[in-house]
């Protein structure tokens, strides 16, 4: 993965007081790092380096039978986001992963069906329920149809379910009193940051991706991440630059992705942006009601419906533009069906064509004198996902330090929570 | 469907003003409608009462044979936005419709097997290529590598080929010179606002969904949407509100769908608002760089990842939250495998579950002061998805006034095309 800043309209002079006062921050984390455990808001730099992963891939392993082709991950929010952006981006292999997060009859009845009518025995799936609080509504509410619904195909499916949830939640009690499989997540790792907890890892092991290679891909992003050698230090960097460009007006993030198969990979990051930055408080208790808002675009499909707002409208958008070397090997025909209608296709294959398209678009922004980083993966696997996701998670907490707010806390979303269970409550 | 602004946070007292200078601009929309014909911007809202339908429909007939059981639609931007939005949002029908767009070999090497492994004649699928101008590049690739692809197994295939363009284009001539099928769209009406003609109709004609309806629909918006009754013409007062809440900073239009099947609609919407109404320079040629960056959110999914921002971040979103009555009957079982996880889950159906999820988020909304319109569609159908588009459509043309923008150019699209060209010429 090749990151550059060098049309992010932020010098490196400029970036210079800013690393100066993160270097505190810097240090916290390192010292997180050196010290490992699971008490720190920041603690989930620890994932990658824990011994848990021993445990997912042993417990993955047994469920990894010949019969089991399909994983359903209920879940929803920080506990299926990064899963699927990893299993979207990656090639499909044996087993394949379907995720349930809001309540909804239609994909609802298309997951049951996959599991009744294409199935003759319930070894055949498993259903990995994940809350990390035990009480989020509409994971509980689909565990329960669907474990209710599957009886009647199977009797009891208990034993094909596994249950992640904080250590300790009522959610692991009753799994223990019930004798249902479980895994479980240190209680401070905040769920836009828990991909690298069994909650990302145990799903994607069991269907068969090396999580060994995504966590050293992550590992590699924290001793960067935390490091002092400033040009290491790219998720620094990017939060710095991030930083002075919101305040330059630029406080919509645009994660460009020239790969369709990274839209799951842009989920992820809105809820990392949105739920970290969006702050009704600073961390003074001041009301400040600030934040960045992340959008997603996919290249070249968008370009066909927002570049004339991108390029034309409101200056406001910082952008990231993710492309990937190399991915079409298909060509376009020397003799051609319709030869005279664009040119220059001839022979070309489809990844020459892409990578003019993206060529074009990182030529018009700069001609556009708009702030942009560009990310260049080398490939698509899972050491290089592993690698972005840290990177990003990094970048996020430094960007928290800089805004003055709390990174890892979401005290707004109780106010629609509490009307909800009220009206629950009278339905 | 039953739309409120009573939240929007702008009075019909305050929309008055507004209206008055509107006046001239409704007019001139109601002539075009009495008038009838294709010569003008507005055009669009002449399709559904347009003769092309009987057309569109005939063709459509000639090949719903009973073989037939894919279409594939090459298009991108406005040439699938909107025939994805509906076909999204509808129960599936015999005749599934796979969507290429960009450039991208996984995704077209799994539309590539679905066409040769399951197939056995080539009867069994039919390609509609869609560029309005003819000299798409993505669909001019995709078309010519999916039917040289397809020759390997069935030789040649330009009989299983529907092309639709604009009348006259080069892509138009090609097809009379191969006699190759094809419709027009008139060359007037611009790619947004083309779900109406051919574009859209014929792939979902095919389908077997009903185009009639759907046009119904549409028809009666342009009924109230061209009317001198102010309090029926929803698209002029929701344009007046989104223009005032934009002059206040509200300049973020969220669409919040809170069912999953509409999350391309939200792709079709945002096309319609990023690039009818982000404009570089106004009608005046007076640089502006205005515009509304549309985002759309999915509940109660983005809740779980969007929802602290939306309530704690910056007050510069102007929300739609739109909802189905009544759409999911699963229900959770009186006997719960987790009774005390959730309260008040035990035999509520998941559609009570997801209205007290909207109810509490409109509550929510309500207290935050922050502006919002409700949107409830009491059915997902042709009749109420054609109705709701052209709405939008008619809402966007009178934003295009209010803003003193052309809401029916991109010229700032021609930037990258432009160095495109360069790159692709010298690969």
Not at 162 to 187: A, M, R
Not at 194 to 201: D, E, I, N, P, R
Not at 265 to 293: A, C, M, P, Y
Not at 305 to 324: C, E, N, W
Request: with cysteine; net charge positive.
């Amino acid at each position: 993965m090749n990151i550059s800043s060098k049309n992010s309209g932020i010098s490196a002079n400029q970036q210079k007081p800013f690393v100066k006062q993160l270097e505190p921050y810097r240090k916290h984390l390192a010292d997180i790092h050196k010290n490992g455990g699971f008490d720190q808001l920041e603690s989930s730099i620890n994932l990658p380096f824990s011994k848990h992963i021993d445990q997912i891939l042993a417990k993955a392993k047994g469920y990894q039978t010949k019969t089991l082709n399909t994983v359903v991950v209920i879940g929803i929010g920080g506990s299926n986001l990064g899963t699927q952006a990893i299993y979207e981006a990656l090639p499909k292999k044996n087993v394949e992963l379907l995720f349930l997060d809001t309540v909804s009859s239609s994909h609802f009845s298309n997951i049951l069906e996959r599991l009744t009518k294409t199935h003759k025995n319930k070894k055949q799936f498993l259903i990995v329920s994940i809350s990390k609080s035990g009480g989020t509504a509409e994971t509980i509410a689909n565990t329960e149809v669907l474990l209710s619904s599957l009886k009647k195909s199977y009797g009891d499916v208990r034993d094909r379910l596994v249950v992640i949830t904080d250590e300790g939640s009522k959610f692991h009690d009753e799994t223990i009193k019930q004798k249902i499989d479980s895994l479980t997540l240190p209680k401070m790792v905040g769920g836009r940051f828990s991909v690298f907890s069994a909650v990302g890892l145990f799903p994607l092991a069991v269907a068969g991706y090396d999580i060994r290679a995504l966590c050293r891909g992550a590992k590699s992003a924290i001793e960067d991440g935390t490091s002092s050698i400033t040009t290491k230090n790219i998720a620094m960097s990017l939060a710095i630059t991030t930083h002075l460009q919101q305040k330059n007006g630029f406080n919509i993030h645009n994660s460009f992705f020239f790969a369709p198969e990274l839209e799951c990979l842009g989920k992820w990051e809105r809820q990392l942006i949105g739920e970290s930055l969006g702050k009704e408080f600073d961390r003074n208790g001041k009301r400040v009601n600030v934040g960045i808002t992340p959008i997603v675009s996919i290249g070249s499909t968008d370009l066909h419906s927002m570049a004339q707002l991108y390029f034309g409208g409101p200056r406001d958008k910082f952008t990231t533009i993710v492309s990937i070397k190399d991915m079409h090997r298909h060509f376009v025909p020397k003799q051609q069906l319709f030869p005279t209608l664009v040119e220059n296709l001839a022979g070309k294959t489809l990844a020459t064509l892409m990578e003019a398209v993206v060529g074009g678009v990182v030529a018009a922004y700069q001609k556009s004198k708009l702030p942009f980083v560009e990310c260049v993966f080398d490939k698509l696997d899972e050491l290089s996902l592993g690698n972005f996701l840290q990177m990003r998670m990094l970048q996020i907490m430094y960007l928290g330090e800089l805004m003055n707010v709390n990174a890892f806390d979401q005290p707004n979303v109780e106010a629609y929570k509490v009307e909800t269970k009220k009206r629950l409550q009278n339905a």
